[in-house]
């Protein structure tokens, strides 16, 4: 089946740094793809969609400019948190959509926990 | 997009069979419907979709009523390895292939107990 992976897995900055998580479609081509963002026993929340070779789409109330998203290629999507504060602390988690899949079907990756002190 | 409505918990014993019903009262006729599970610490997996009628394939059932305002999710002979939290989704698929956005609800955390 379709597999997306994200790294690192876990990563623990400082305050002020910045912190880049990698999104690959490992055996498949996905034109899009998805970032959400989960806080301990919420739901997840959709922050941007990514699309290859255009610029991202932002959910309201998420920052472009904190949040930078780079799809470049059709198995690569990479968020990076600028300037991490505690508060951007969460685990986010990645998916994409297979060209071929079912409709409605996205995959997601394992998640990547941030941990800013 | 539909707004959806599940338990917030559930708990069942193993062994037995589970069923997760969601209320989606504003479903529109193009949408589908899709579960997903997701353990702790994991991205969401993709459990069945269905639009109408009755869905089966080898990891559960979805129930849908004529009118689809519900579906119900049956997991049947549950193990402690089913604990997870499932959410219902209610959308519109893409006219080809590709991808639409999903919009997580709240979803059930479901309690498997031996």
């Known amino acids: 089946g379709a597999v997306v992976s994200q790294h690192p897995s876990r990563v623990i900055c400082k305050s002020g740094t910045s912190v880049k998580i990698e999104c690959r479609s490992l055996d498949f081509q996905a034109t899009t793809m998805f970032w959400y963002r989960q806080f301990p026993k919420q739901s997840l929340m959709l922050m941007a969609t990514s699309n290859e070779g255009s610029k991202a789409t932002y959910e309201q109330g998420v920052e472009k400019d904190k949040f930078l998203i780079n799809h470049a290629s059709l198995t690569l999507s990479t968020l990076t948190v600028t300037s991490a504060h505690p508060e951007d602390s969460s685990f986010y988690i990645c998916s994409a959509s297979s060209t071929s899949g079912r409709f409605g079907e996205q995959y997601f990756g394992p998640g990547t926990r941030l941990t800013v002190t | 997009l539909a707004k959806t409505t599940q338990p917030i918990s559930m708990d069942s014993y193993e062994g037995q ?84 956005q999903l919009t997580f609800g709240k979803g059930t955390k479901l309690s498997v107990i031996p």
């Open chain 2, 17 to 100: 069979e589970v069923n997760i019903t969601c209320s989606h009262n504003n479903i529109a006729t193009n949408d589908y419907i899709t579960w997903y599970q997701q353990f702790p610490s994991q991205g969401p997996r993709f459990i069945i979709q269905g639009y109408k009628t009755k869905v089966t394939n080898e990891v559960a059932s979805l129930f849908i009523p004529a009118d689809r305002k519900s579906s119900t999710l049956s997991l049947p002979r549950v193990s402690l390895s089913d604990t997870a939290v499932y959410y219902c989704l209610v959308g519109v698929p893409p006219s080809g292939a590709g991808s639409y």
